[in-house]
């Protein structure tokens, strides 16, 4: 059994050709104000510049050598399921938080979502509110999310078949995972649909907060375009 380290939030990235989107996400992660935390990023067989721009990013910022930043190349694709689940499985952390490579996350994300964690001993996962926004626009402009539920309503989403959390919002506690374990390949695209479902399966409660702490980019190659397009 792993031996998880008290406080630490392990975010877990995964990637396959999202270079041009690395660095924001990065960025977003660095200037995080809770200060304990170690960087996952499971790089799914890119094609593109993605293990480059990684590599830089950490030379820039002065992590290469450290523990706080971990980049895991997989010798061939995956798909997400297997390299998101890699990536849980790497983590040290007492808490494990999802961050999707082409989004970016708001300064006080972790440190939120941790004190939440803690005030709520009940809860074993946790998502946020987030904005979407369109890439190719402009000037952005965020667009808060209408399709969240909370409290005891978010059982009786799924319950009913429904979704209700945005999985790249998502913190829970190492520990939970260690028990009911990862995502699953049995619904393809709705890989982390089905691992919230396993969660109530396990009778682990699960909460949204209403603040928005995630900014979720809209794009013409993004893996979700076509599963979830009331997000748009």
């Known amino acids: ?114 004190a939440y964690l803690v005030n709520k001993p009940d809860v074993a996962l946790v998502g946020t509110n987030y904005a979407s926004f369109e890439d190719e626009a402009p000037k952005r402009k965020y667009v808060p999310a209408n399709w969240l539920s909370y409290g005891e309503e978010i059982r009786s989403v799924y319950r009913n078949g429904g979704h209700c959390i945005c999985h790249g919002t998502i913190m829970f506690r190492g520990d939970v995972f260690d028990r009911i374990g990862g995502l699953s390949r049995r619904v393809a695209g709705a890989e982390d649909y089905d691992f919230i479902v396993k969660f109530l399966h396990h009778h682990a409660r699960i909460e949204n907060m209403p603040e928005i702490l995630y900014y979720y980019r809209l794009h013409t190659n993004q893996r979700s375009l076509a599963y979830y397009a009331k997000k748009e």
């Open 1 to 114: 059994m792993v031996q998880r380290e008290p406080g630490k939030v392990s975010v877990v990235i995964t990637n396959h050709n999202r270079a041009a989107y690395l660095t924001e996400c990065l960025d977003s992660l660095h200037r995080q104000t809770y200060l304990n935390k170690e960087i996952i990023i499971v790089d799914d067989a890119s094609t593109d510049r993605s293990v480059d721009v990684v590599r830089a990013w950490c030379e820039k910022n002065n992590v290469i050598g450290t523990e706080s930043v971990l980049l895991v190349r997989l010798p061939r694709n995956a798909g997400f399921s297997g390299a998101i689940t890699t990536g849980f499985f790497l983590a040290r952390g007492e808490y494990i938080a999802v961050q999707d490579s082409d989004d970016f996350s708001h300064s006080s994300r972790l440190e939120k979502q941790v």
